[in-house]
């Protein structure tokens, strides 16, 4: 059997912190549960990260790529910006139904323990692999006049502001019906609100 | 034929044109120097050896042919037409150095007669002007207008007979290599994406909201200073890409952007990378960029 | 008997149709064979886009277009409610700039048009000294460029100010080179100090003078040019700086000017298709340019020499040469007055906000020019340039000459010539 390497168990703590911060809340959650998930010494875990802030800030990182990636994806396709948003949208909702702790993560604790990512993570530091794909994508969609121009953040609040709305109703158990329902809607609004006039 | 100990003639014509580069070619520092090496068929100002009406004969011959304006076939000078006057004076020249982004390109008076008009080599940025079949002669000197000393080392080059690489749009490659932002007095607020909030200030970097094209332009502006003195960027003017082969382009003043986006990268940099690294740089807030340079203390 | 000349090395060509009647000159008509279009070009660009374009009107004066464009679209500005104001930091130094550029200018012409014109009219053997003139001439547009980044082709005036924001070393930068220029200037040009050169108050002045002026005056001397080359005696100033006062002249009474009342008509030109409008004012042709604008200044030396020989061609170089000391004195004063604490720009409201209609006129070298524009929603509508050349050197009928027509009726061919271009030609403006 091949030996984990320190990249795989790297992720294997990435992935049940996450689980432990949305299930527990960032402050609750010690390293030592960390540890204890993972099935490692706490001492072992120092080793990969030196505290519980930097782990908050990789995961950041972490799930800012995971997520600049996905858009990525979607915007080197040879498709329209309105199937683009569709596609956007459908990943979003299927990462917050599949990995919903990618999510919460990004909602519950680095939106509201701003403090944790003072340093290290300021303006778009942390998120910015995400960030750029939501310029790259705006700017194809005005570039080939699918979307009128207009500041950036106006856009940007505009489409993950609703987003995350509408993933966070899904998390608190109020919508009537499952995030893929929402979908088609969804991206319809978003582009009738940002298509060119 | 002339012997090697022939000083080579030099004709300078003129398309469409303003003298813009006429009249920059004398604020050369080594004019004196410069003109012994040649003999001065003809130009717009200074004393030569022909006038425009014993020229207009086309019974002379020239070794270097100088054209500044745009090509407009139709267009006359003393009664002869550019076409007759550009087909004589080129097909004896060994060299024609286009001079101005207007006899490069077709520049700014290409809209006095758009249909017919052109550099003499390139159309914009196709190769379809007059000296199409002799475009090994041809040697573009972009800008509106030349610098004297872009001209200057294109005639010392040929007066010592050494090799001018050229680039796909015939410019030589030493001038042209150069972004217009080499060297720009701006370039530390460029790196940390600091922008100057008006006109009129030394500090900030002119590319995000003044329309600066330093970033996309091949120039040596910032690198060889106009007048020896200074360059556009240095007095808080945007490069207008004047070198350009899509110069005059349009909003000169403002940066086209898309969702505040900028439409044009640094040359030779994918948009991805431009955001990524621009979206971090901004993060940081530098205090002795942010505010008057004369104002900020060393030691705090 | 009609002879036709063609006139070169005078930013582009022109010819000339002469009626020639006992070996002088009846009558001659004027054409400028160059059309460039610059006022459609303009149209339909962005307002701001007209200073990078209207410099390129012209290579040698095309500074004064730039400011012609600034003030236009800051009186589009003013007529929409929206007024620009301007420290009086970004006011010195645009005149500063813009005398330079008339030094500049003047240099040239008397180095590369006069003097040469004078050799040829005598037939004399002295040795022509071009690039004294490209030398004086590429000192003042160093001590542009410290302001303006570069001439030719700047584009630093916009409304609300200037680009640039010079500090003591610029300024320090430029009065050296202006010092050098003003060395140069008496050294080579006059042969007396500026400040002796400027205390002058007659044409016998001049006399004692072994310079390249004293050459001009005493050759112009030679050839009776101080009776020769005679128009209205009728001048016009428009435009408005510290070195210049808008007035309408007749003689030497001075009368209110109004820039509306400047029109563009059709040339009259038999022989061949001529580009160039003429400009009025009202309905009479006037004389501008140095002469102009010293007989409104009253200026002591020019006044005595206009007592003497009118609007001769001798005033008309004399003026000239004179004006260049004046300004060189004013580029100087104007240095002394910039305080670099001001603001260099005071920001307008958008553009893209604003429209209207604005009239920019300023001294150019050769007289006034005019700037009219229209502007909707910040895009040119219209834009309408007249320049100088076109109320000096027009074409019209023998009956209603223009200033040039009529200096040169009644003297022989090569005078004619001459006095051709003793108002300092400049075809590519007349023909924008």
């Given at each position: 059997m091949a030996r984990i390497t320190k990249e795989e168990r790297k992720n294997g703590i990435i992935s049940a912190a996450l689980k432990l911060f949305s299930e527990k809340g960032f402050y609750i959650t010690t390293i030592p549960d960390i540890a204890e998930k993972v099935g490692m010494s706490v001492g072992n875990f120092y080793n990969y990260f030196t505290s519980k802030d930097i782990l908050a800030k990789e995961l950041l990182i972490y799930i800012s790529t995971y997520l600049g990636?996905?858009?990525?994806?979607?915007?080197?396709?040879?498709?329209?910006?309105?199937?683009?948003?569709?596609?956007?949208?459908?990943?979003?909702?299927?990462?917050?139904?599949?990995?919903?702790?990618?999510?919460?993560?990004?909602?519950?604790v680095y939106l509201s323990n701003r403090e944790v990512f003072s340093e290290g993570c300021e303006g778009m530091l942390c998120v910015s692999p995400f960030v750029t794909e939501m310029m790259m994508f705006f700017d194809d969609g005005v570039a080939s006049s699918e979307l009128h121009d207009q500041d950036f953040f106006s856009a940007f609040g505009l489409f993950m502001g609703y987003l995350g709305g509408m993933v966070f109703l899904f998390g608190e158990k109020i919508l009537p019906q499952p995030l893929e329902w929402y979908k088609e809607s969804i991206s319809q609004n978003i582009y009738n609100a940002l298509k060119s006039r | 034929m002339h012997s090697n100990l022939a000083k080579p003639r030099l004709l300078w014509l003129q398309g469409v044109t303003c003298n813009g580069n006429t009249h920059s070619f004398l604020n050369l520092h080594s004019l004196e120097q410069l003109l012994s090496k040649f003999e001065l068929l003809y130009h717009p100002?200074?004393?030569?050896?022909?006038?425009?009406e014993d020229l207009s004969k086309c019974h002379q011959k020239c070794d270097i042919l100088i054209f500044e304006g745009t090509y407009d076939p139709m267009m006359q000078r003393d009664g002869i037409s550019l076409e007759k006057w550009l087909q004589h004076y080129s097909s004896c020249a060994r060299y024609v150095i286009a001079v101005g982004t207007c006899a490069s390109f077709g520049g700014i008076f290409k809209a006095s007669a758009p249909e017919r008009s052109s550099g003499v080599l390139f159309d914009a940025?196709?190769?379809?002007?007059?000296?199409?079949?002799?475009?090994?002669?041809?040697?573009?000197?972009?800008?509106?207008?030349?610098?004297?000393?872009?001209?200057?080392?294109?005639?010392?080059?040929?007066?010592?007979?050494k090799e001018i690489l050229l680039d796909e749009l015939h410019r030589p490659r030493e001038l042209y290599s150069n972004l217009a932002h080499h060297g720009c007095t701006r370039n530390e607020y460029f790196e940390w994406k600091v922008d100057a909030e008006n006109f009129g200030e030394k500090e900030g970097c002119l590319y995000y909201t003044q329309g600066c094209r330093a970033p996309m332009t091949h120039a040596?502006?910032?690198?060889?200073?106009?007048?020896?003195?200074?360059?556009?960027?240095?007095?808080?003017?945007?490069?207008?890409?004047?070198?350009?082969?899509?110069?005059?382009?349009?909003?000169?003043?403002?940066?086209?952007?898309?969702?505040?986006?900028?439409?044009?990268?640094?040359?030779?940099?994918?948009?991805?990378?431009?955001?990524?690294?621009?979206?971090?740089?901004?993060t940081f807030h530098i205090k002795r960029l942010e505010g008057k340079l004369i104002d900020y203390k060393t030691v705090r | 008997m009609t002879t036709k000349q063609f006139v070169e090395q005078i930013e582009g060509e022109a010819s000339i149709y002469f009626d020639i009647k006992d070996d002088k000159v009846e009558f001659a008509t004027i054409t400028f064979p160059?059309?460039?279009?610059?006022?459609?070009?303009?149209?339909?660009?962005?307002?701001?886009?007209?200073?990078?374009?209207?410099?390129?009107?012209?290579?040698?004066?095309?500074?004064?277009?730039?400011?012609?464009?600034?003030?236009?679209?800051?009186?589009?500005?003013?007529n929409s409610s929206n007024p620009v104001s301007l420290s009086t930091k970004a006011e010195v130094i645009r005149e500063f700039t813009l005398v330079i550029e008339m030094i500049q200018n003047h240099f040239k012409w008397i180095y590369l048009s006069i003097i040469p014109e004078l050799i040829k009219l005598t037939q004399t053997t002295r040795i022509q000294t071009p690039l004294k003139g490209a030398y004086a001439s590429s000192l003042a547009s160093k001590a542009i460029a410290v302001f303006a980044g570069q001439w030719p082709h700047s584009s630093y005036m916009l409304p609300g100010g200037i680009t640039s924001d010079p500090t003591n070393i610029d300024i320090l930068k430029a009065t050296s080179y202006l010092d050098e220029l003003i060395l140069f200037f008496e050294k080579e040009t006059l042969g007396v100090t500026l400040e002796q050169f400027l205390s002058f108050e007659s044409c016998k002045d001049f006399a004692s003078l072994q310079s390249d002026v004293g050459f001009i005056e005493s050759t112009l001397i030679d050839v009776r040019m101080n009776t020769k080359g005679f128009a209205y005696d009728r001048f016009l100033v428009i435009g408005k700086h510290n070195f210049s006062k808008p007035s309408k002249m007749k003689h030497t009474r001075s009368f209110h000017v109004e820039s509306a009342l400047v029109k563009s008509v059709k040339p009259y030109a038999p022989q061949e298709k001529s580009f160039a409008l003429n400009a009025v004012y009202k309905d009479d042709y006037y004389e501008t340019g140095p002469l102009a604008r010293s007989m409104s200044n009253a200026v002591p030396v020019i006044k005595n020499i206009h007592?003497?020989?009118?609007?001769?061609?001798?005033?008309?170089?004399?003026?000239?040469?004179?004006?260049?000391?004046?300004?060189?004195?004013?580029?100087?004063?104007?240095?002394?007055?910039?305080?670099?604490?001001?603001?260099?720009?005071?920001?307008?409201?958008?553009?893209s906000k604003i429209s209207g209609s604005g009239v920019g006129v300023v001294e150019a070298p050769r007289g006034p020019l005019l700037h009219r524009v229209e502007v909707q929603n910040g895009v040119i509508t219209s834009y309408e340039i007249i320049t100088p050349?076109?109320?000096?050197?027009?074409?019209?009928?023998?009956?209603?000459?223009?200033?040039?027509?009529?200096?040169?009726?009644?003297?022989?061919?090569?005078?004619?010539?001459?006095?051709?271009?003793?108002?300092?030609?400049?075809s590519v403006c007349t023909t924008h």
């Open positions: 990636e996905n858009i990525r994806d979607i915007n080197e396709r040879d498709i329209s910006t309105q199937e683009k948003i569709y596609e956007i949208v459908s990943m979003y909702f299927n990462m917050a139904e599949e990995k919903p702790e990618m999510i919460e993560y990004f909602l519950r | 100002s200074l004393p030569a050896l022909f006038s425009l940025d196709k190769k379809s002007g007059p000296l199409v079949t002799i475009e090994q002669k041809v040697i573009n000197l972009s800008g509106c207008p030349i610098h004297p000393e872009w001209l200057e080392y294109v005639l010392m080059m040929i007066s010592a007979q040596s502006c910032n690198k060889i200073l106009w007048n020896d003195v200074s360059s556009k960027t240095r007095v808080g003017t945007p490069c207008f890409g004047c070198t350009e082969s899509d110069f005059p382009r349009r909003d000169l003043f403002s940066t086209k952007t898309n969702m505040s986006i900028p439409v044009d990268v640094p040359l030779g940099v994918s948009k991805r990378s431009y955001l990524t690294l621009a979206g971090i740089a901004k | 160059h059309f460039r279009g610059m006022e459609s070009i303009l149209k339909g660009k962005s307002a701001l886009d007209a200073l990078v374009i209207t410099p390129r009107v012209c290579g040698i004066c095309g500074h004064a277009h730039l400011m012609a464009t600034v003030r236009a679209l800051e009186d589009v500005y003013k007592r003497r020989f009118k609007d001769s061609a001798y005033s008309r170089v004399m003026a000239r040469v004179f004006e260049l000391a004046s300004l060189m004195q004013e580029a100087k004063l104007l240095l002394e007055k910039i305080d670099i604490t001001q603001p260099s720009y005071n920001k307008p409201v958008d553009f050349t076109q109320f000096n050197i027009g074409s019209s009928t023998q009956e209603n000459p223009t200033p040039a027509q009529k200096a040169m009726i009644g003297v022989s061919e090569a005078e004619a010539m001459f006095i051709f271009k003793t108002f300092d030609v400049c």
